[in-house]
Each structure stands twice: as structure tokens, then as C-alpha cells.
């Protein structure tokens, strides 16, 4: 957490746009004292509203990502849009375009990272299906008793149970009932933490389930406690 969570809400969402263009966005602002577009300002100043709303709602103690930012920084960029498009001579417009190019680079290892943390959760998200698929099997969802998993995961593990998300417990560093666990990127630790007696309900490419019932339940999964693989083991390679 940020000592001022308002100037950590506002950095990131500075680092959204490209520089050029979140200066040209700014710069509608004073359009109107030269009898230009006032469509862009208004647009600007929405955007900047919107952003320190965000950076305001941080500081009093809710999330500031990026991303709650982005609909006013997007809006920014339309504001510099019609800028650009409004300059009278079209050499300062391809000045402008032309500034962009090296941010834009710069910004190419970026957009191969989030590439390549999207296709990343789509193999965690298909392998906890199969996962899923094989501890209903053996109708462990009712020997174990309710979910829980790592934190980041719940509203996944959710949908893939087809449960409400408030029954799924992803906010306990060790997990109980029926145990989701993966590692949420590669190389991070496998959560929930489990007692290494813990019964293995089954796994998948990336998931592995376990039965930690709370107490007074039975252990009867211990019973059927054969690992079903449904892929490699997560803790391989993950």
C-alpha cells in the first residue's frame, strides 16, 4: 500500500497513455481562449475529473488500478484526437504523430508481456475445468465441504463450481474444505497452503485439489484419496 495512495492512483494512471497525446489531450483545455474546438475541453476536463475522482476514492481507502482509471484516460485521448485533427498547419499534426513513434516502442515490450500473461490465465483457467470436472466425479465438493482458494482466483474458481461467489473463501492463506490450489503465475508459490496429509482429490495441468474438511467432518475422500491426473502435475514447471 502507497503512503499516499492518491499520487500512486495518479502515477499509474500517467503511465497509461502515450505522452504526446496525453499533452494534447491537456492542451484542449485551453482551446476555448482561442476560439477552438470547446468540445475537446469539455471532453478533457471530464477525463481529468474522472481520474481525480479515482485518485480521491484511493486515498480514502478504496482500489486505485489502472484500469478504473483508463475510461477517463481513453476519453483524454479523444479530447487529443480532435486537438491534433484541429491544428491549422498539418505539419505540427504529423509532428505530434511523429512523437508518439518512440513511446510507442517503448511500449512494445509491454504489450508482448500482457500478450503474454493473457494466454498464461487462459491455460490456468481451461486446466481448473478438468480439474473441477474430475472431483465432481467423486462428488467431493460434498466430502470436503466448501471451497476455498488463493487469493486473485476466487471469482474463477466460482464460475468454474458454477457457485456464488461469496461461498468460495480466497482471502485464507491455508485452505479448508474443498482446496483449490495453483500458482497464479508461473514460478509463484502454489496456494492455498494445505497440511502435507491433506487427501489429493485430484489435478490437472495447473490445479491441484485437495480435501481439508473442517473438523467433525469425515475424511471419506481419503478413502478415494488415488490421484487423478488430468495433465502434468502443477508443481511441475509452473
Known amino acids: 500500500t502507497a503512503d499516499r495512495p492518491a ?14 497525446l496525453a499533452l494534447a489531450g491537456l ?30 476514492m484511493a486515498e480514502r481507502g478504496y482500489a486505485g488500478e489502472p484500469r478504473y482509471a483508463l475510461p477517463g484516460v481513453a476519453v483524454l485521448m479523444v479530447a487529443a484526437g480532435v486537438t491534433v485533427a484541429r491544428l491549422r498547419w498539418a505539419a505540427a ?9 518512440p513511446f510507442a516502442v517503448a511500449r512494445m515490450g509491454d504489450v508482448r508481456g500482457e500478450l503474454g500473461r493473457a494466454a498464461d490465465d487462459a491455460r490456468l483457467w481451461d486446466s481448473l475445468s ?4 474430475a472431483a465432481d466425479r467423486v462428488d467431493a465438493r ?7 482458494t488463493g487469493r486473485f482466483r476466487g471469482t474463477g474458481v466460482a464460475w468454474a463450481l458454477d457457485v456464488a461467489k461469496r461461498t468460495v473463501d480466497a482471502d485464507s492463506l491455508d485452505g479448508h474444505g474443498l482446496v ?13 497452503r494445505v497440511p502435507a496429509d491433506a487427501p489429493v482429490v485430484t489435478r490437472s495441468a ?4 485437495r480435501c481439508v474438511p473442517h473438523r467433525g467432518q469425515t475424511r471419506s475422500v481419503a478413502a478415494d484419496s488415488r490421484v487423478q491426473r488430468n495433465g502434468s502435475d502443477p508443481g511441475g514447471g509452473h
Request: aromatic share 8%; net charge positive; charged share 15%.
Open 142 to 148: 460434498a466430502r470436503c465441504g466448501p471451497p476455498s
Open 93 to 101: 499534426a504529423v509532428v505530434v504523430v511523429v512523437a508518439c513513434v
Open 27 to 56: 492542451w484542449a483545455l485551453r482551446r476555448p481562449r482561442t476560439g477552438a474546438s470547446p468540445v475537446a475541453a469539455w471532453l478533457a476536463a471530464g477525463a481529468v475529473a474522472w481520474v481525480g475522482l479515482v485518485a480521491f
Open 180 to 192: 483449490l490450489r495453483s500458482r497464479i503465475r508461473p514460478g509463484a508459490p502454489l496456494m492455498p
Open 206 to 209: 495447473r490445479w491441484e485439489l
Open 7 to 20: 499520487w500512486a492512483a495518479l502515477r499509474a494512471a500517467a503511465e497509461i497513455p502515450l505522452v504526446p
Open 130 to 133: 478438468v480439474a473441477v470436472a
